[in-house]
């Protein structure tokens, strides 16, 4: 089922309430007014990938070490046109309750019911219609991401154009695990820099914090700036959390608790640097409540995180009506994943250099070509073919496969 592709309407998207094909209506959390719908869209057959593929060098976080990455690929097919997604779950619940495992038995035994053979009107109706799955989200947001690029791809257009995006290239930024020594950590900044990355993130952890922020701003200056901690710290860190605020940084990315909202709003006034949440941000209203209720100042969007591309466009608008800029986050993604990414931070509000970064610094070989490169003024355009508009290199995938499986309707 799996071919190479570089087959993708500035499209509407439906509101909640169900308004009929051609007729406009408005997101109900935001109040922004969406386009009327297109035609109908329809998956004849799923199929799904276990793929582990080795990191070019190990990536650290308050999580641990890893040394690669075992992933979901999903594949829909209509009518001979096939779209792909990628399940961002990792192998372990350290980041999300959701596992490689998990993922895949809720996709086989919950998702692929109820989507195949139906006929949706749009793809963003896919993620209200399986409403009665409750959570799952990065397993949900595969197919449906799979769905958009399927959609994209019957229309002859690329994704960014029917998710409603505005640039034709994205900031990037990037993210640089826990090193072994201070000195390897300002070494891979430097190194970033020097490839024109518009940003750097740098993870951190109680113990790897203050010095290593002190360190990176007495070496290499007034550099855009941000650390990451994936909810390492407690309300109690607050006096200590305090102390980066002397070093001009973008923002503090999920100090706390990834279900936490109450207590970084309580971090927050104590705080003169930004939090941007991550973790804690599960729904579109979540979102809008993290925003009202001060937990927040920017927030980061990750489709798996929220279900897929129609919840992410609905949270990027939420944010936008409340005046909060939005970025990308990123999971390791292989070059399929970071296709999708690309093309939905071309949105408006995706103000900030996101993580969606080159594929050298993660796979070599990607599972795709060309690689997504990053240009010397720190931006990525955004592929042109239809639907993700990316080739995927069969052989390479084959050799990467652990587990395949097809589903068709009354399987």
Known sequence: MWRSITEGPAVGTPCEAG?????????ALSGVPRPPRPSAVRIDRLELRLVRLPLVHFFETSFGRVHDRTFILVAVESGGVQGLGECVADSNPFYSSETTETAWHIIESFVAPRVLGAEFAHPRDIHPALRIVRGHNMAKAAV??????????????PLARVLGGTRDAIASGV???IQDTLEQLVGKIETELAAGYRRIKIKVKPGWDIRAVELVRHRLGAIPLMVDAN???????ADHLAALDDFDLM??????????VVDHAKLQRRLRTAICLDESIHTPKIGADAIDAGACRIINIKPGRVGGHAESIRLHDVCAARQVPVWHGGMLESGIGRAHNIHLASLPNFSLPG??????????PDLIEPPIEVRADGTIPVPTAPGIGVTIVR???DQATQRLTTLTPGA
């Open 19 to 27: 308004c009929p094909a051609g007729t406009a209506c408005y997101d």
């Open 144 to 157: 449906e991401m799979a769905a958009w690029d399927l959609f994209a791809r019957q229309q002859g257009l």
């Open 175 to 177: 993210s640089i695990g």
């Open 231 to 237: 909810a390492a710290y407690q309300l109690s860190d």
């Open 251 to 260: 923002m503090i990315e999920q100090p706390l608790d990834y279900d936490d």
């Open 355 to 364: 993580d969606v970064a080159a594929s050298r610094r993660y796979y070599v």
């Open 395 to 397: 052989e390479r995938l």
